[in-house]
């Protein structure tokens, strides 16, 4: 054999060996990413055993990879710019409260801020809150009185690199000029479990009254991550049926959140990824998937 056919031979021999290893690298991945298909049967057999309905279409077998995120708890400072930013007005006196602060802005509005950054604005300051939850479609003109609201209160980190939470409008009433909007929160496309905003405003933005998370500031990233994978968080929620002996109920999805937990002590507030887990009668059960507590 010449030495040129040889060279020609060994090179054809080292690509077709590049390529499998390549195609067995990209499958090893591929399982990595993924639970396999089983999984999902044997969790909807062990639900089957408490008398509950676990679909096992329903179980994500997709791993997910969540951050840890925190920001700091409401202190004085923090609290007061809240209370201003909601107001646009500067503020008169405050006072402690067992939960947090109180504040009267000058335009006479009244505001609360807890130390879990739950906040409550009175724009007449006579203690009146936000309308329940609507339950209407936004439309053009309420998406832009929310654009507008949302805009004021993250311009103060207009163009710098920060992670916030995503204040979502999800549905809105016309009332008056102004309009009554709910908003739901998300950290990284999830949605942040019990977390939200009602806001009643004018049309040029002021705001009447307002209830709700005022997650208003950047979110800083954990070096720790999840520990608990949808496995270990089903496998107890089964555990906890059992316990109970609750039966006759069938899981219509299973989807991947953010918890929020305020840890005062440490003056923080921790958003952990987690799973909700809902029923066909309403019933939601919340995991953490750090420290696979219910909540």
Known sequence: MDLRRFKIIAIVLLAITVLFLSVNMINGRAELDNLPESVATDLSRLFLKSGNVLPAELIPLERNRLSVYVCAAANGAAAQSIAQELGESKRKDGNLTDTGYLFRLESEALVTVDHSLYFKFDGSGNGSTSASAVTYAPNAKTRELADKLTERFTRRYDGREVTLCDYRLVSAAEVGSGAILDFELFIDGLPLHGAGVTVHAKSNGTIVTAEGNGYFFPLEKQSGIARYDVIN????????????????????????????????????????????????????SVYDAVNCERH
């Not at 316990?243 to 958003?271: D, M």
């Open 233 to 284: 968080v089903m496998k107890k929620e089964y555990d906890s049926l059992t316990a109970e002996g609750i039966s006759g109920l069938s899981v219509t999805s299973v989807e991947a959140c953010y918890i929020a937990i305020t840890e005062k002590a440490a003056g923080q507030i921790c958003f952990f990824p987690g799973w909700r887990i809902t029923y066909s009668d309403g019933t939601v």
